[in-house]
């Protein structure tokens, strides 16, 4: 069974920075591809950022260039590093993992095991 366990999340001011961190039991992440996303009141789920069982990497646009995605495969921990936050960061991340080791970009039906979340509030 697949369990992923996020931490890390908090308030913090605009410009500032955060690190999540995944837990991940009953699977090895380096056999897939596991990513973030995020949930604001009243938005759907949306797409943060992945990693490949291969180590590439996608962001989205709004994040690109502020957040990196980095795994430890011996550890089995996935992490967000997230830099330069602004309020319209604000919302519940979750970590996923997908069925493949491939990102198809926009598949993100892929993914269909998640943990629980972690609030990140980032304040103006």
Do not use: H
Not at 39 to 45: A, E, F, H, Y
Not at 72 to 95: G, H
């Amino acid at each position: 069974q697949v369990q992923l366990v996020e931490s890390g999340g908090g308030l913090v001011q605009a410009g500032a920075s955060l690190r999540l961190s995944c837990a991940a039991s009953g699977l090895s992440i380096s056999n897939y591809a596991m990513g973030w996303f995020r949930q604001t009141p009243g938005k759907g789920r949306e797409f943060v950022a992945a990693v490949s069982g291969a180590d590439g990497t996608v962001y989205a646009d709004s994040v690109k260039g502020r957040f990196t995605i980095s795994r430890d495969t011996a550890k089995n921990f996935v992490y967000l590093q997230m830099n330069s936050l602004k309020p319209e960061d604000t919302a519940v991340y979750y970590c996923a993992s997908s069925s493949r080791a491939l990102i198809v970009v926009g598949r993100w039906k892929d993914f269909g095991n998640w943990g629980q979340g972690t609030q990140v509030t980032v304040s103006s």
